[in-house]
């Protein structure tokens, strides 16, 4: 059983793994109601793709994860301690132990194109946006997208808001900065001078504040329940400059213009290295 959890491009990568553990012969589920219960998480939104996938049952949760209520379960664990099957991603790095864990309960993001290297097609055609998600656009939206299909488009992804809040203790500081942004637009410019980037932010003031300019479009009108919006648009830009977020990853991954410069942090996360979540090809600035 695979566990989905945070937000949208977490659960893309989850469900990239899934796909690549039914490749190997694997019969995988997933649990995706554990991680959503409480009202503040974000949504499960994967059906904004055509990826459908087998559910866990309740009943098979509480079996992998040991997790019964019932007062003999509880006893039990008292006595002899939890018989849980879980396995808990540590770091961030690429475990290919994953595979081998037979029955498990999978926890964790599994960011890496090294989880799915295997099935990068089938993770392609199946995290292709449905009809109906086009259908969504609001006319200033579906201007956009004409822009970015006209012009060398460049997806700036920025990033602040809740990285910027103290319970990250300091986690997302200083990587995504002014600076980096700055010298990202500069390297695309001197392969693309008539670059057009198009701004993406959960801070959309400050970026705008911070960069813009007479090649700059802000993309404004979306929200948090439909940042797949967003998602596509960054998906359909000729080239990306990504914030250190799953979002953006695959806002660049989704891209499938083969000349693509994409732009990524150095630092992913202060104090772990992080290096397989960079794909062939990134330019870490």
């Known amino acids: ?158 990033r602040r808001g809740d990285y910027l809040h103290a319970s990250h203790n300091g986690m997302y500081e200083g990587i995504c900065t002014l600076d980096y942004y700055r010298k990202a637009m500069a390297q695309i410019r001197e392969k693309e001078p008539e670059a057009v980037f198009f701004l993406f932010s959960n801070d959309m003031e400050w970026t705008k504040e911070h960069l813009a300019g007479p090649d700059c479009v802000p993309v404004e009108g979306g929200s948090e329940e439909k940042g797949y919006l967003d998602l596509y648009l960054m998906s359909r830009c000729r080239h990306n400059i990504i914030a250190n977020s799953s979002f953006s990853w695959w806002g660049a991954w989704l891209n499938d213009n083969p000349e693509k410069q994409v732009i990524a942090p150095a630092r992913w996360i202060n104090g772990r290295e992080c290096r397989d979540i960079y794909t062939e090809g990134m330019i870490r600035i």
């Open 1 to 158: 059983i695979l566990q989905l959890s945070g937000g949208l491009g977490n659960q893309m990568f989850e469900y990239a793994l899934y796909l690549s553990l039914r490749a190997k012969g694997k019969h995988v589920k997933i649990d995706d109601v554990s991680d959503y219960r409480t009202p503040d998480r974000r949504p499960v939104q994967l059906s904004v793709f055509d990826a459908d996938y087998e559910r866990a049952s309740e009943d098979e949760v509480i079996r992998y994860t040991d997790s019964s209520l019932s007062p003999l379960s509880r006893i039990r664990r008292k006595l002899t301690g939890r018989k849980s099957l879980l396995y808990r991603e540590r770091d961030m790095e690429y475990d290919e132990t994953v595979f081998e864990r037979d029955p498990v309960y999978l926890t964790g993001f599994f960011q890496s194109e090294k989880y799915f290297a295997d099935v990068k097609e089938e993770v392609r055609r199946r995290l292709t946006f449905s009809e109906q998600v086009k259908k969504e656009f609001s006319e200033s939206y579906r201007e956009i997208l004409t822009r970015i299909e006209a012009v060398p488009s460049v997806s700036v992804h920025v």
